[in-house]
């Protein structure tokens, strides 16, 4: 059974910091794409970053320089590591998983697997 865990979530004051976690089984995590997802009630879910079997990366530009994505193929685990947050970031966090080996995609259509969220509040 493929299961995708996310936790890290919580609330951060506007310029904090958070470290989401993905903790993923029952694929080949390491040979296939993962990606963070983010969305707001009432609006499309928003790829945030991804991340290939070579470990190339790609992020949207509402989030480039100030998050970084990386994976723990030993641990199975996805990280998403925000800095500089801002009340925008604010929204239910996803991870997603390819099943087979893919590139690094901003398109929901590449990745099959989905945790069940996490949720990321940024206020003062």
């Known amino acids: 059974e493929v299961q995708l865990v996310e936790s890290g979530g919580g609330l951060v004051q506007p310029g904090g910091s958070l470290r989401l976690s993905c903790d993923a089984s029952?694929?080949?995590?390491?040979?296939?794409?993962q990606a963070w997802f983010r969305q707001t009630p009432g609006k499309e879910r928003e790829w945030i970053a991804c991340i290939d079997s070579n470990s190339n990366t790609g992020y949207a530009d509402s989030v480039k320089g100030r998050f970084a994505i990386s994976k723990d193929n030993a641990k199975n685990t996805l990280y998403l590591q925000m800095d500089s947050l801002k009340p925008e970031d604010a929204a239910m966090y996803y991870c997603?998983?390819?099943?087979?080996?893919?590139?690094?995609?901003?398109?929901?259509?590449?990745?099959?697997?989905w945790g069940q969220g996490t949720q990321v509040t940024v206020s003062s």
């Open positions: 029952g694929y080949t995590f390491s040979s296939t794409s």
């Open positions: 997603a998983g390819s099943r087979y080996p893919a590139s690094c995609s901003g398109y929901e259509i590449v990745y099959d697997y």
